[in-house]
């Protein structure tokens, strides 16, 4: 088996309400098994497996014998195989796991991230073990400080010589320093060197340059089976942040255009490729995104090796769960044992990435706002600073919560002398989601109930509070504020609090990327809908459905749209509501978008005018059908950024203007999908990763003759490879399905569908897609 492996992804899902949060996947036990030969000269070395994250409750045997367990399925965790192997022979490795109703979404199950065996000298720089910060800066020079391990698993003392060198972005060597290292029998030291790197290349969103320290660590005798190495990647920049100026980076006022991403990628699962992460990254920043959160646990490696190199801010999440349980197995039992360990790895992972400029050390906990949790999140946020010092530590806090239908046993004292009358009388009232969650925002109760989690924080991170944003800096005018989790509807007035206020710095929407599990959650309802219909979708919904690209990497209306209201595309863009939606009185909750996709293409009409959104930024905007104009809109800020107009069906071209000062400018089109139509297939072949991957991302769609895509085309595609390649998962980003992603026929969706090719070897791979009365088309791939 291939790892990184999701066994959960290829399992039949069950109409179980038990498994709904995870997309109605069951839960699963099993284990991996391999075998390493140890070479007898690997009795002088020091032997490490790492692995990256299992899902969950790891448990390593080497030849039998226990050598680690790991609860957590988002920690990285290294085995030392030492004392565990046999030389000159086969070693025989077994990794157990099981995941079973442990998180409020789809996780997947496994050995989802990468696993790497580390073979060096005993005396050695250990993983992780290289800290680079840049600790003073001046218009001309930067002084780079690098603190190096040294372990000896020795049992005597032993004196080594440590090189570091410092590579500019180019890869010319800027800065060495050479020093003498003494490590005592068993033990280790820290070893500081301090290096000037003038006319520094400096690291940021539009300027992601990246430097690189080499430590080389050697006998001095010129023994290379003594020598060990570690090369680490890094970026020169400053961060400053306070109420008055917001946050900077290197000097310059930075706001977050944030996005919550969760683990799990679509038709792959959980299993957490390098190249398909650069991918993810990649179309997040394109639609106007500058930074992540990862929610809600720590950030694969991959992840934030792309957000290094391709130029996206980072807030990395610890965990979803403290103390209080939100699923039955989440791991809060054992977090009193378990955070300290768990948050150091965490740190460690990020400490070098110049992308991490916030730690999160957790997510709408609701112990927060008592004594104990008032406590831990001092105790946490300490921690944190200890192991790093450089960065900002925040907490997602949805202070309504602590008071919405008696969640929180709320000591009185805590409440400082406010009253609970006003929040008896909100909860008594028949509001939706949202007003209620913004009116207890604002009360004199919830403010007292986050003042000592606030105040332990650098940043009070606020999930649907912006209803305090502006109270909160009257109250705490030394507060700083971001948006931790915002409801994805509200951008446009969200970005003006943004922008407005300088102690508020920047606004995460849930979500950027769509997820599996937490099924339906951004669908549409409407008034007529069949009664018992709660939050979430009942089987076969699938995908969450609540976010700004969908699973397959395509910009769904609600992407373009916050574009717009970002300032970053003057061109308007058309939205097109399903005809099965007219005359329905949508009762949207506060993640769903309208039921619209950008298309003219459309089978069984009726005779009734189809609804049409046109986003834009300009005051104003006329819309044309073949030609013919409909009339201008009012559109702007003034009005949402949005005009809607009913249009009468006819195939051919729907185009909006915007007009600005009267005057047309910008336009975009959207042309009717001829009768005749073809698949057709583009792919994207990445380069390989670090352990040698590539994959293909092969898109799939329905087109006419001229390339326009019929997106009333549904039909079910087949796919098949040839050659040094086998499917990764293949799949639509239809919400509702009973179909798998780990088999090769899916039914279109919008008429697009995507299939992810892994390679197995160097050669040619050939993928072959049909369909039922439509030719075969093939694309061509060259693996190595």
């Excluded at 003073?136 to 698993?153: C, K, M, P």
């Excluded at 972005?169 to 290096?195: F, K, L």
Aim: include cysteine; aromatic fraction near 8%.
């Amino acid at each position: 088996m291939a790892v990184p492996h999701d066994a959960v992804l290829a399992m039949a899902r069950v109409a179980d309400s038990r498994q709904m949060a995870s997309g109605y996947f069951p839960g699963v036990k099993g284990e991996y098994r391999t075998r390493i030969f140890a070479p007898a000269d690997w009795r002088d070395r020091h032997v490490v497996l790492e692995f990256e994250a299992v899902h969950r409750s790891a448990a390593v045997f080497v030849n039998g014998n226990l050598a680690a367990r790991q609860p957590s399925g988002s920690t990285t965790f290294s085995v030392e195989l030492d004392t565990f192997l046999r030389f000159g022979t086969e070693n025989e490795i077994v990794v157990e796991f099981r995941t079973d109703r442990d998180a409020r979404w789809y996780t997947g199950g496994g050995i989802i991230r990468p696993v790497h065996l580390s073979v060096g000298p005993r005396v050695h720089i250990p993983l992780d073990g290289v800290v680079v910060t840049t600790p003073e800066h001046d218009a001309d020079a930067s002084l780079v400080q690098i603190v190096t391990t040294v372990r000896n698993s020795d049992p005597f003392p032993v004196v080594r010589r440590l090189e570091t060198s410092i590579l500019s972005p180019a890869g010319e060597v800027v800065g060495v320093d050479r020093t003498r290292v003494s490590v005592p029998a068993g033990g280790e030291v820290d070893v500081s060197q301090r290096i000037l790197v003038e006319e520094p290349r400096r690291w940021s969103v539009d300027t992601p340059e990246l430097y690189r320290a080499t430590s080389l660590l050697t006998a001095g005798d010129g023994d290379q089976d003594q020598t060990d190495r570690s090369d680490v990647a890094f970026g020169i920049r400053s961060l400053h942040l306070d109420a008055r100026r917001g946050l900077r980076v290197n000097g310059q006022p930075v706001k977050l255009r944030g996005a919550c991403v969760h683990a799990d990628n679509g038709v792959i699962g959980g299993a957490t490729f390098d190249v398909a992460e650069v991918r993810r990254v990649a179309i997040l920043k394109s639609a106007g995104f500058n930074a992540i959160r990862s929610a809600h646990q720590p950030m694969s490696r991959a992840m934030l090796d792309a957000c290094d190199r391709l130029g996206m801010l980072v807030m990395d999440e610890l965990t979803d769960v403290w103390t209080v349980a939100k699923s039955p197995e989440d791991g809060s039992d054992v977090f009193l044992d378990r955070w300290q360990s768990e948050l150091e790895a965490m740190v460690r992972k990020d400490r070098n990435h110049p992308s991490v400029i916030i730690y999160s050390i957790g997510n709408e906990i609701p112990e927060a706002a008592t004594r104990s949790g008032s406590e831990l999140t001092r105790a946490m946020a300490s921690a944190t600073r200890t192991l790093d010092p450089t960065r900002y530590v925040t907490a997602a806090v949805n202070g309504a919560l602590f008071v919405m239908d008696e969640a929180v046993d709320i000591d009185p004292e805590l409440l400082g002398g406010a009253s609970l009358e006003p929040v008896a009388e909100i909860n008594a009232r028949s509001l939706s989601l949202e007003e209620r969650m913004s009116s207890l925002a604002v009360t004199d109760a919830v403010a007292a109930l986050t003042e000592e989690a606030y105040g332990a924080l650098d940043i009070a991170g606020m999930n649907y509070q912006d209803a305090r944003y502006e109270l909160d800096h009257e109250r705490y005018p030394n507060r700083v504020i971001v948006g931790s989790e915002t409801f994805p509807t509200r951008i446009d007035r969200l970005w003006g609090l943004v922008l407005a206020h300088p102690h508020v710095i920047g606004d995460f929407t849930w979500t950027g990327w769509d997820y599996l599990g937490e099924p339906g959650l951004g669908r549409m309802h409407y008034r007529d809908d069949q009664p018992g219909g709660g939050a979430l979708g009942a089987y076969p919904f699938l995908l969450s459905s609540a976010g700004d690209i969908d699973i397959t990497g395509e910009r769904r209306p609600a992407s373009y749209y916050r574009e717009i209201v970002y300032g970053l595309r003057s061109e308007p863009f058309i939205a097109v509501r399903r005809p099965h939606t007219r005359g329905r009185e949508m009762r949207a909750a506060p993640w769903s978008w309208t039921d619209s996709i950008p298309s003219w293409t459309w089978s069984d009409t009726g005779a009734d005018p189809l609804e049409v959104e046109v986003y834009s930024d300009a005051d104003e905007v006329e819309l044309f059908v073949a030609g013919t104009s409909l009339g201008r809109q009012p559109a702007g800020a003034a009005h949402g950024f949005r005009a809607l107009f009913a249009v009468p069906y006819a195939p051919g071209a729907l185009e909006a203007v915007a007009v600005r000062d009267g005057v047309l400018a910008e336009r975009t089109a959207l042309q009717t999908a001829g009768a005749d139509r073809r698949l057709a297939l583009s792919a994207e072949l990445s380069e390989p990763d670090a352990a040698g991957h590539r994959l293909a991302f092969v898109v799939v769609e329905l087109v006419d003759d001229l390339g326009v895509r019929a997106t009333d085309g549904d039909g079910e595609v087949e796919v098949a490879i040839d050659g040094a390649g086998v499917l990764q998962g293949f799949g639509s980003a239809r919400p509702e399905t009973e179909e798998s992603f780990a088999d090769s026929r899916h039914r279109l969706y919008d008429g697009r569908a995507l299939a992810v090719v892994r390679s197995t070897g160097v050669g040619r791979i050939v993928l072959t897609a049909s369909a039922p009365g439509l030719p075969s088309v093939s694309i061509e791939l060259q693996a190595g």
